[in-house]
């Protein structure tokens, strides 16, 4: 066998066997298993649902951020464009 034979074979051997051994000592983890949410339990949204309204006055389009999560006004109207 030639020299570079036999470091090919030595290379995969020991890739294999790294490889094997790596699978054998890695830990197992586990997600924490959670309970379903009860009837008691009220599920309340992290982020506010805000979202564009719009107007038409003397042939103009205005638009305003509208809170539906607070039911408020966010800002004021901006003018869009003439229609």
């Known amino acids: 066998m030639k020299k570079t034979e036999v470091l090919k074979r030595f290379a995969a051997v020991t890739g294999a066997l790294c490889m094997s051994l790596s699978i054998l000592t890695c830990p197992a983890f586990s997600l924490p298993v959670q309970a379903a949410a009860s009837a008691d339990e009220v599920v309340m949204p992290m ?3 805000v979202a564009w309204r719009y107007k ?3 042939n103009k ?9 607070t039911s408020e006004w966010v800002g004021s109207w901006i003018f869009v464009r003439y229609l």
Do not use: F, T, V
């Open 47 to 49: 982020s506010d649902y």
């Open 56 to 58: 038409i006055e003397s």
């Open 61 to 69: 389009l205005y638009k305003r951020l509208y809170n539906y999560s």
